[in-house]
Nanobody
């Protein structure tokens, strides 16, 4: 049973930082694609970043480039999202998901992810 568990969300002021974690368990694939998505009320789920766990190649949405960093700790089966210079428009529920592989452009397609965590709320006040 694949499980993804997010943590690290919270409330911060604009300009602040948070680090989200996604702990994965229940599978043994050595290489796959782990993605971070976010969803604000009334909006579609939006791809934020992804990482190809085999080679560590990162992918980012334009809206977060230079502010967010995705990384992984393979020994802990955990993927992180370091979020700096947070803005009020970053406020959303953040989810991690897993799909078989990352590919430029394709990583952003939420429908192609097989597994999702329960989400962690990020709130940024101005």
């Amino acid at each position: 049973q694949v499980q993804l568990v997010e943590s690290g969300g919270g409330s911060v002021q604009a300009g602040g930082s948070l680090r989200l974690s996604c702990a994965a368990s229940g599978y043994t694939a050595s290489s796959n694609c782990m993605g971070w998505f976010r969803q604000a009320p009334g909006k579609e789920r939006e791809g934020v970043a992804a990482i190809s766990t085999g080679g560590g190649v990162p992918y980012y949405a334009d809206s977060v480039k230079g502010r967010f960093t995705i990384s992984q700790d393979n020994a802990k089966n955990t993927v992180y999202l370091q979020m700096n210079s947070l803005k009020p428009e970053d406020t959303a529920m953040y989810y991690c998901g897993r799909r078989a592989y990352c590919r430029l452009g394709a990583w952003r397609r939420a429908a192609e992810y097989n597994y999702w965590g329960q989400g962690t709320q990020v709130t940024v006040s101005s």
